[in-house]
């Protein structure tokens, strides 16, 4: 497998790991449904795996970069299967609505899942791990990601940027409620010091 293809690769899976945010911070907005502290810390797992394929894209295909991919699906597969057990248990019913039947937890560790064994996949190619002959691409950085991968990064950017304030808006910093209902510092804005 080519650098450029591996590239590709890794451009199409920070689109898809950014789809998988947008998605859910879009039920968020649009539903009300807000994140349990779990399904935030499944979706900062998800920010890591972003973090990987990112640097793949940015400075090139390296195995520490799917190294950090793996290591962040591990973790997020370890909290969304443990959300998946404190839910089965019967009488504890579910947390949030079922998308195709299955609830956000449980398509997170299936699709965490999924990541492990893609990166896995693609540590088998040592092809795209060779130098690129041009020296102008490694230098230009950016301008060598193409239009794809541009909008892979801004994606991933913006997916990141938007679950980091949205989660300090629902936990105001502090531990964020089991069941939240409302964004904390919204409707309960923080005191201003001397102010009365």
């Known amino acids: 497998m080519s650098p450029s293809l591996a590239r590709s690769l890794n451009a199409l899976g920070l689109l898809a790991v950014g789809a998988v945010l947008l998605v859910a911070f879009g039920f968020q907005l649009a539903l009300g449904e807000l994140p349990c502290p779990l399904c935030i810390l499944q979706r900062s797992a ?7 394929l990112a640097l793949n894209l940015r400075f090139g295909p390296r195995p520490s970069h799917y190294g ?5 699906a591990l ?5 969304s299967a443990r959300q998946v057990l404190l839910h089965i248990v019967p009488g504890t019913g579910a947390y949030g609505d079922p998308i195709l039947g299955l609830h956000f937890y449980t ?31 490694l ?5 060598g990601l193409g239009a794809l991968g ?12 938007g679950n980091g304030v949205s989660t300090v808006l629902e936990c105001a910093g502090g531990l964020c409620p089991d069941d939240p209902q409302s964004y904390i510092l919204l409707d309960d804005p923080l005191p201003v010091p001397g102010a009365e």
């Open 46 to 52: 998800f920010a890591a795996v972003l973090a990987g």
């Open 68 to 72: 950090l991919v793996i290591i962040a």
């Open 75 to 79: 973790v997020g597969a370890a909290i």
């Open 107 to 137: 398509w997170a560790l299936i699709l965490f899942l999924v990541i492990v064994l893609g990166a896995a996949m693609m540590l088998l190619f040592d092809r795209q791990f060779e130098e690129p002959d041009d020296l102008a691409m």
């Open 139 to 143: 230098r230009n950085g950016a301008a």
């Open 150 to 161: 541009g909008l892979a990064i801004a994606l991933a950017l913006l997916m990141a940027a």
